[in-house]
């Protein structure tokens, strides 16, 4: 790739993190921060609305919201021989929410629920904002909601959001499965759409599916009529079900929603520090039972203290001797080594190195379970 010469000398990896309405986003890496970015590369055509995508980037840049993907830059440049838009943004370890989930669980309701439920609000608090600021985001869905190493939602992807300035938005767009009935019936919407596909995907999150689906005229007719399966259960589920009411006028906007779940936003953000602590707790305890000789290891030559060296290799021991740690700290849910264990050790791979991180132990899950595979196997 090539280099591209700017004020923060981004070198470009060959990461292809996908491709959207305008171009394609990839890996890079600030030399001046060392830290990795994400960069949207939009060739300047003749024809396209340069004014348009502009709007995206200083959108980006000025929305500042703990749950709202960031906007670092935005600059020309020659990129393969074309000149170039590059909007550079924080970049997100885990990728978004539907390439996490297909890539690690055969279904979202394998993820803890109080991950999904901090999921739901953390998505919501960030609308709050939004329609506070006079936006409609326009285009609410698993593929436009990233995740950081430590599991925080963040919003992104605000290329057809725009400002409502005291109107309502007249244009189609959107996603067809979590677009709204009104936007569909090509009338003037405001921020009851986005209320309507913020019901969508917390119908997912904790109904294991999406509301609708099938062919597009099918889908077409279901939303107009609001014909989708109600979910049963608690306080979440219910609050899907009133997010996605035909009538706009009924649905809460996104200030109820977190009027209403605002105890529970704080519970859950206490109980991960308490989930955390637990964590350590559960492995200081199994230290007996699993230990081994660290002196044998040059563990300082990979730049760990003995203490985190000895805790992760523990890990990897108690995973070689059968169990499901990853599950036991609520990572994810069981993982079936039988039917495909091929499938089974990428799941095992991505959960223990996001329960290394969360507990500090900066060592990868792959050197972890060598050293453990030795002690176990030798």
């Not at 999904?116 to 960030?126: E, F, M, N, S």
Request: glycine share 6%; proline share 2%.
């Amino acid at each position: 790739m090539t280099l591209l010469h700017n004020k923060y000398e981004y070198s470009m990896l060959k990461d292809d993190l996908g491709s959207g309405t305008y171009g394609s986003c990839y890996r890079a890496y600030n030399r001046l921060t060392q830290q990795y970015v994400a960069l949207k590369i939009i060739p300047l055509k003749v024809d396209s609305n340069v004014n348009k995508i502009i709007q995206e980037a200083e959108l980006l840049e000025s929305l500042i919201h703990p749950h709202i993907a960031h906007g670092v830059e935005h600059f020309t440049d020659v990129v393969a021989g074309q000149n170039s838009l590059v909007i550079v943004m924080d970049f997100y370890e885990l990728g978004s929410v539907r390439q996490f989930v297909n890539d690690n669980f055969d279904s979202v309701l394998q993820i803890p629920l109080h991950t999904r439920q901090k999921w739901a609000l953390q998505l919501t608090c960030a609308l709050e904002f939004l329609h506070q600021n006079n936006l409609i985001h326009r285009d609410l869905k698993l593929e436009n909601l990233f995740l950081s190493k430590d599991l925080n939602l963040f919003l992104g992807d605000f290329g057809i959001a725009r400002s409502l300035e005291g109107s309502m938005a007249k244009t189609f767009l959107g996603t067809i499965e979590t677009i709204a009935p009104e936007v569909l019936a090509d009338e003037k919407y405001g921020t009851e759409a986005d209320i309507w596909s913020l019901g969508c995907i917390w119908h997912e999150l904790f109904g294991g599916e999406k509301a609708f689906t099938g062919a597009m005229g099918a889908i077409v007719l279901k939303i107009g009529s609001a014909d989708y399966k109600r979910l049963q259960g608690g306080k979440f589920e219910n609050s899907a079900n009133e997010m996605m009411q035909k009538e706009r006028e009924k649905r809460p906007s996104a200030e109820q929603i977190m009027k209403q779940y605002r105890d529970e936003y704080q519970a859950l953000l206490k109980g991960d520090v308490v989930c955390e602590e637990k964590k350590a707790e559960e492995v200081h305890t199994d230290s007996n039972k699993f230990s081994f000789d660290t002196k044998k290891y040059d563990f300082r030559a990979m730049g760990l203290r003995e203490e985190t060296f000895h805790q992760g290799v523990q890990l990897a021991i108690r995973a070689l001797d059968g169990e499901q740690v990853a599950s036991s700290f609520q990572i994810c849910g069981e993982i079936d080594f039988i039917s495909d264990p091929i499938k089974a050790l990428e799941q095992e791979n991505v959960a223990m190195n996001i329960l290394f991180k969360q507990l500090g132990i900066n060592m990868s899950w792959e050197d972890a379970k060598r050293v453990a595979i030795k002690e176990t196997f030798a």
